[in-house]
C-alpha cells in the first residue's frame, strides 16, 4: 500500500520557519517527480514546489521563491520543504504529492498525502 505521510506542521509566529516532512513507502519513486501543494480555506489547492527524486531538478511557485527550499533524503525515503520567512498568507494546509512527470499541475499528481496544517499568525 502505497502512502505518503506529511508531518511538521503547526503554528508560528509570521517570519519563523517550519521544515515540513513528507515520508513515502509502499512502492519506489525512483522516477518520481515528488510534490508539495497547499489549500487556504475557501481556496483551490495550488502548487508550492517540485523535486525530481533522481535528483537535478526543482521548481517553485513564485510566491515561495527565494523563502523555501525543498529535498529529498533518499536513505530515509523522505521530501521536505523547508520554509523560512513565513507570512500569515502561507497559512494553509499542506500536501505531499507524486508525479511520473514534470509537472505543477494537480492533475499530474497520482499519489497524495493527508495533508498538515500551517497556521501562520501576524
Known amino acids: 500500500q502505497v502512502q505518503l505521510v506529511e508531518s511538521g506542521g503547526g503554528l508560528v509566529p509570521a517570519g519563523g520557519s517550519l521544515r515540513l516532512s513528507c515520508a513515502v513507502s509502499?512502492?519506489?519513486?525512483?522516477?518520481?517527480?515528488m510534490g508539495w501543494f497547499r489549500q487556504a480555506p475557501g481556496q483551490e489547492r495550488n502548487f508550492v514546489a517540485a523535486?525530481?527524486?533522481?535528483?537535478?531538478?526543482?521548481s517553485y511557485a513564485d510566491s515561495v521563491k527565494g523563502r523555501f527550499t525543498i529535498s529529498r533524503d533518499n536513505a530515509k525515503n523522505t521530501v521536505y520543504l523547508q520554509m523560512n520567512s513565513l507570512k500569515p498568507d502561507d497559512t494553509a494546509v499542506y500536501y505531499c504529492?507524486?508525479?511520473?512527470?514534470?509537472?505543477?499541475?494537480?492533475?499530474?499528481?497520482?499519489?497524495w498525502g493527508q495533508g498538515t496544517q500551517v497556521t501562520i499568525s501576524s
Open positions: 523535486i525530481r527524486w533522481s535528483g537535478g531538478w526543482t
Open positions: 509502499g512502492r519506489s519513486f525512483s522516477n518520481y517527480i
Open positions: 504529492a507524486a508525479a511520473p512527470s514534470h509537472s505543477s499541475a494537480l492533475t499530474a499528481y497520482d499519489y
